[in-house]
């Protein structure tokens, strides 16, 4: 399985590519985790990326591709969570697939209006333990601390301003992503308002009619 999860920021991306990753046993790779622990190494190219990270502004596409190439090797079965952002993006992922002679199943748009998004992000939390992420009412942190112990802990980047300047850069720039994948007869497109499962279901679906 070879797809992308498509989507705006708080559509379900994370938390749907987790669930199919426990239940496929397929890669989970997230753009944003790995610029994330980029940062926290504290190496000269994660200083670099914290400046674009905490503005939420897309890094340069040469930075981005080189950080998430290296994470294809070696995997027969992945979810792209994060990328590609652009059409740029998309190029070098399709120049990246064939070296590894590789083709991509699929694409899943996940769907919801940006008012549902804001709300989303303003409750997302997310484990320092496990980086797991969770929402204060849709789907809290466990109690138990065995299953995960926390603390959980608002993004950084989730304040309004960066949210607001991240979904416009989405619609500008990712968005148009859903054409281009259509073009290619890739595209299939997720109700992402509904409870986490029903869209796990839906996603799952799309999955069994592209692979
Ligand atoms: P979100 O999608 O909610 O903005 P992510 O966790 O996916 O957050 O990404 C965090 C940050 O990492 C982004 O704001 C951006 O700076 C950077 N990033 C992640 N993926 C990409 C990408 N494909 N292209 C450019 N920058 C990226
Ligand atoms: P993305 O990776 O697309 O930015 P996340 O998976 O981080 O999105 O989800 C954003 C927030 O919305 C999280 O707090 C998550 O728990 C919550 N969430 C995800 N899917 C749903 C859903 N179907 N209904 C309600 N809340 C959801």
């Known amino acids: 399985m070879k797809i992308i999860l498509l989507g705006p920021q708080g559509a379900g991306k994370g938390t749907q590519a987790s669930r199919l990753s426990e239940r496929t046993g397929a890669k989970h790779i997230a753009t944003g985790d790995i610029v994330r622990a980029e940062i926290k190494s504290g ?22 591709v080189e950080m998430f190439k290296p994470h294809l090797d070696g995997a027969d079965s992945w979810i792209l969570d994060g990328f590609p ?31 549902e998004l804001v709300e989303r992000l303003s409750g997302r939390r997310q ?29 950084k ?36 308002t509904q409870a986490i499962e029903s869209v796990t279901k839906d996603v799952l679906a799309a999955v069994g009619e592209k692979v």
């Open 43 to 64: 190496s000269d190219l994660g200083k670099k990326v914290q400046e674009y990270n905490d503005r939420g502004d897309l890094v340069p596409d040469e930075i981005i």
């Open 127 to 155: 484990s320092e333990a496990t980086g797991k992420t969770y929402h204060i009412q849709h789907d809290p942190p466990p109690e138990d601390s065995d299953r995960d112990p926390g603390p959980f802990v608002q993004r």
């Open 157 to 192: 980047d989730d304040t309004e301003e960066s949210i607001k300047n991240r979904l416009n850069i989405y619609h500008k720039q990712t968005e148009p992503l859903k054409d281009y994948y259509a073009e290619r007869d890739l595209l299939t497109t997720v109700d992402a």
């Open 85 to 115: 952002r652009n059409e740029s993006q998309a190029k070098a992922l399709e120049e990246a697939l064939e070296e590894l002679g590789l083709e991509l199943d699929g694409v899943i748009a996940l769907e919801a209006s940006d008012q």
